[in-house]
T-cell receptor, first 113, second 112 residues
Framework: NAGVTQTPKFRILKIGQSMTLQCTQD?????MYWYRQDPGMGLKLIYY???????DKGEVPNGYNVSRSTTEDFPLRLELAAPSQTSVYFC????????????FGPGTRLTVT | ELKVEQNPLFLSMQEGKNYTIYCNYS?????LYWYRQDPGKSLESLFV?????AVKQEGRLMASLDTKARLSTLHITAAVHDLSATYFC????????????FGKGTRLHILP
């Protein structure tokens, strides 16, 4: 049982490049989330999904896209990378909302230069 | 919009001392979470508090929730160096589909 896995661990992008951050969970959770963590700022929700085929925006969705074709996978797409997207990205999953803890992946450290 | 404030944001303390981290939130909720993050690592769930007056303890850490005051505390008893980490509280925004809002975190540094 690997929990939540993310790839890559580190990535450096040039301004204007695109990439996909991968996230997979093996706990059969319906709910999945993408957060970004900037130094001293806690976590901000980018997008979330309540099940395969259903996604919705969080607090800071601009510049990102997601899809959820299976229960296990929830990739995050960055289009036209900008320096403001330099951050650590965490994927998480939970059984439900409303009182259920989230399980976090190890994170992806992204630098855009 | 729900806001979550933690204080202090940074705490340096001696081993063996007791201290409390505070988490205030701005709108009604009775679901609060505490997470721990070690430097360069991911977040790990510590406590889930689901009702007014809820208290949970694990080792030297004890968390409580007062929904009327919109306040949770994380109390550290006889701190040891291994508890050095950043601690986040997070709250369900019950007015916005239970989206979880995180505080900025309290970086705890325990001196041996």
């Amino acid at each position: 049982n690997a929990g939540v896995t993310q790839t890559p661990k580190f990535r450096i992008l040039k301004i204007g490049q695109s990439m996909t951050l991968q996230c997979t969970q093996d706990m059969n959770h319906n709910y999945m989330y993408w957060y970004r963590q900037d130094p001293g700022m806690g976590l901000k929700l980018i997008y979330y999904s309540v099940g395969a085929g259903i996604t919705d925006k969080g607090e800071v969705p601009n510049g990102y896209n997601v899809s959820r074709s299976t229960t296990e996978d929830f990739p995050l797409r960055l289009e036209l990378a900008a320096p403001s997207q330099t951050s650590v990205y965490f994927c998480a999953s939970s059984y439900r909302t409303g009182g259920y803890e989230q399980y976090f992946g190890p994170g992806t450290r992204l630098t855009v230069t | 919009e729900l806001k979550v404030e933690q204080n202090p944001l940074f705490l340096s303390m001696q081993e063996g001392k007791n201290y409390t981290i505070y988490c205030n939130y701005s709108t009604t909720s009775d679901r609060l979470y505490w997470y721990r993050q070690d430097p360069g690592k991911s977040l790990e769930s510590l406590f889930v508090l689901l009702s007014n007056g809820a208290v949970k303890q694990e080792g030297r850490l004890m968390a409580s929730l007062d929904t009327k005051a919109r306040l949770s505390t994380l109390h550290i008893t006889a701190a040891v160096h291994d508890l050095s980490a950043t601690y986040f509280c997070a709250v369900d925004d019950m007015n916005r589909d239970d989206k979880i809002i995180f505080g900025k975190g309290t970086r705890l540094h325990i001196l041996p």
